[in-house]
């Protein structure tokens, strides 16, 4: 996994951010230097028949590490993340912004759905969206297609966005006093699970075509997350997919999770979706100076 190596680390690029990109802003860089020529050669995991590569510590293996030393790369790494992740919160709270964090495999439906949204939501309220991908910006042009503000970042060779990349996007953007921000992380149902953006939700998003057993085969991902949109529900009538077990799953590994059913390009059941947004952004917006009922058309109007 991405954190015992910090693999793709300094190759990300954001959209119109140049390298040289002055590092004034507030959140603190503890920028990490990878000098560190340690080798260790000790061996630490068993040879049971079990080859679970995942059963020590660090719940990974990396040839000539040991689980100790693999912990501790991990404990930087996450920690490091971690203080760009409160700054990002912090930032989003002070302004009323409502930031999802959409993971997934590659193809789920991440952006199908996302501009279905920004296009029946956007007469109603302000919505800004970060897409994750590690090349192309292919999937940023297709959210504005819709009319939608939203920039790429492209991760190189990393499998997941961090909290960093995300708080310079956030500097570029702009997102409105009050608008509900989609972060589009990269498809992969294993890293982002890992990596807090300071989001206030994770949403993940399975669709029917990849199996039932995603959710236990997968388990961090579902267990991050406090939503579960079960996709391309127009599918069912031509696959052989258990909704009911995909569901009990997935509440094996996380019995808090909120499970809708939708389909990206029929719309069916994205009601229920957008009710859940706007539920969230009430919930968020409670005791914040913004409760006060937005103009709407003030807002939009604003929105440069
Ligand atoms: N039948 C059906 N197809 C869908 C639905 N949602 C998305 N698709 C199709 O699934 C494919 C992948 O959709 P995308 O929206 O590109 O998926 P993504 O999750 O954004 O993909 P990545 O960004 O590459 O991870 C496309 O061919 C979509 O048309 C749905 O609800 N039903
Ligand atoms: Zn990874
Ligand atoms: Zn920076
Ligand atoms: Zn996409």
């Known amino acids: 996994m991405c954190t015992v190596c910090g693999c793709g680390e300094g190759e990300s690029r954001i959209e119109g951010v140049t390298d040289d990109h002055d590092h004034s802003h507030s959140h603190d860089h503890p920028h990490h230097h990878h000098d560190d020529h340690e080798h260790e050669h000790s061996h630490a995991h068993g040879h049971g028949d079990d080859h679970h590569y995942g059963h020590g510590?660090?719940?990974?293996?990396?040839?000539?590490?040991?689980?100790s030393r693999m912990v501790q790369i991990e404990q930087d790494i996450l920690s490091k993340n971690d203080q760009y992740a409160n700054a990002n919160r912090q930032m989003l709270a002070d302004q009323g912004i409502l930031a999802l964090n959409l993971v997934s495999s590659p193809g789920s439906g991440k952006t199908t759905l996302l501009t279905r949204t920004l296009t029946d939501l956007k007469d109603e309220l302000s919505l800004a969206v970060i897409e994750g991908d590690q090349e192309t910006s292919n999937d940023a042009e297709r959210i504005r297609e819709t009319g939608a503000h939203a920039i790429q970042i492209n991760t190189g060779k990393g499998c997941h966005l961090d909290a960093h990349q995300v708080g310079h996007a956030i500097e570029h953007l702009k997102p409105q006093t009050g608008s509900v921000l989609f972060i589009e992380n990269v498809g992969n149902l294993v890293c982002p699970a890992a990596f807090d953006l300071g989001e206030a939700h994770k949403v993940a998003i399975l669709s029917i075509t990849e199996g039932e057993d995603k959710p236990i085969k997968y388990p961090d991902m579902f267990h991050a997350a406090d939503l579960m949109l079960l996709n391309k529900i127009d599918l069912l009538p031509h696959l052989n997919f258990d909704v009911d077990k995909c569901i009990?799953?997935?509440?094996?590994?996380?019995?808090?999770?909120?499970?809708?059913?939708?389909s990206a390009t029929t719309g069916e059941g994205m009601s229920?979706?957008?009710?859940?947004?706007?539920?969230?952004r009430q919930l968020r917006l409670i005791g914040h100076p913004l409760s006060e009922p937005l103009n709407i058309a003030e807002s939009v109007k604003n929105h440069v």
């Open 272 to 280: 229920d979706w957008y009710a859940w947004i706007r539920g969230s």
């Open 248 to 262: 009990a799953y997935a509440r094996r590994v996380n019995p808090k999770l909120q499970v809708l059913k939708v």
């Open 57 to 67: 510590p660090a719940r990974a293996h990396a040839p000539g590490m040991s689980q």
